[in-house]
């Protein structure tokens, strides 16, 4: 089969690899479309050492070789019995097992779904590793419940297009940050009440402003003392990143003084999957698709993630 592999230094080769064999209990899958998640990038990027060469990619949707039913991937691998966090056996397809930068993959026979009717091709592989990140950070960890203020940081991610329109699904009022006017005006078409430009206010005090909020999602992680600022009291900050930087430091007193709470949150389990997906067929909300490149141009569609410059998932057509 064709597919792409990373190697020593981080190259990204568009090559013929062998085609994979599933052990029992797993399925083989003919991609149609994979897409790309940060992830990619850490992998690409040797911040995971996993042993090269490696198939990146955790997203993707196709046919079952065995069935012919046509599928999304739930990339979650070996969750665990507990909701509360994943098992000491939890792995992410796409490092350290190859993933769906490919022709073919194989995943247990667990973690295949029916494909939501409604998608396409692209959209079905947009969907899971960003969509499952933002239902569980939302409803799982945050409790997020219907008149309630959120706040997601980083307009235009793939995590907050589906934050951003669950949310309002769900009947919160929704504001975002950005540095990017436009960013700010297409997450309001998608169910965002305002924006906040971080680039030319201090946001803190304009979300303060606006009259606080009870959650933030926070993928930056440096923002942290920032994000607990914003709160309400007895409000809560769900955290699922560090793209602004692995240390933050925190005043004591007014976390406490403000009961809040700050909360990880990391993929999903098998039930939150299974939540997005119900969230998927009530609502009328797709995932926001930013582009399409085929598969030989992962690289390229790389380089584009890492630019931040996107909006919604980037997307690769596997056949």
Request: proline share 6%; hydrophobic share 45%; glycine share 12%.
């Amino acid at each position: 089969m064709l597919g792409v592999q990373v190697h020593d230094g981080g190259e990204l080769r568009f090559e013929t690899v062998a085609d994979p064999v599933a052990d029992p209990g797993e399925v083989v899958v003919e991609l149609r479309t994979a897409a790309l998640n940060r992830r990619d990038l850490l992998v690409a990027g040797g911040t995971y050492p996993f042993p090269l060469p490696l198939i990146p990619g955790s997203d993707g949707a196709g046919v079952r070789r065995d069935t012919g039913e046509e599928v999304v991937i739930y990339p979650a691998l070996d969750w665990g019995r507990r909701e509360e966090a994943f098992g000491p056996d939890f792995q992410i397809l796409g490092g350290p097992r190859n993933g769906t930068f490919a022709e073919l993959v194989t995943v247990p026979e667990a973690n295949v779904f029916p494909k939501p009717p409604r998608l396409s091709w692209e959209e079905a592989a947009a969907l899971p590793l960003a969509g499952l990140t933002a239902y569980r950070a939302l409803f799982s960890r945050g409790g997020l419940r219907s008149g309630e203020t959120v706040l997601v940081l980083g307009a235009g991610s793939g995590v907050s297009t589906f934050a951003v329109q669950l949310a309002a699904q769900a009947g919160a009022r929704v504001l975002v940050t950005s540095s990017s006017e436009e960013k700010i005006e297409r997450s309001r078409a998608l169910g965002a009440e305002r924006g906040v430009n971080y680039a030319n206010e201090a946001w803190v005090a304009a979300v303060k402003e606006l009259g606080g909020v009870d959650l933030v999602i926070d993928s930056i992680g440096s923002t942290w003392p920032q994000s607990l600022d914003c709160l309400r009291p007895g409000g809560r900050v769900v955290v699922f990143g560090a793209t602004g930087g692995t240390e933050a430091v925190l005043a004591v007193r007014p976390f406490y003084f403000g009961q809040w709470s700050l909360l990880g949150t990391m993929m999903g389990s098998p039930a939150d999957f299974a939540g997005l997906l119900g969230a998927l067929e009530s609502g009328t909300w797709t995932p926001v698709i930013d582009s399409v490149s085929p598969l030989a141009e992962a690289a390229r569609a790389v380089e584009t993630m890492a630019s931040g410059q996107h909006f919604g998932k980037l997307v690769l057509s596997c056949s």
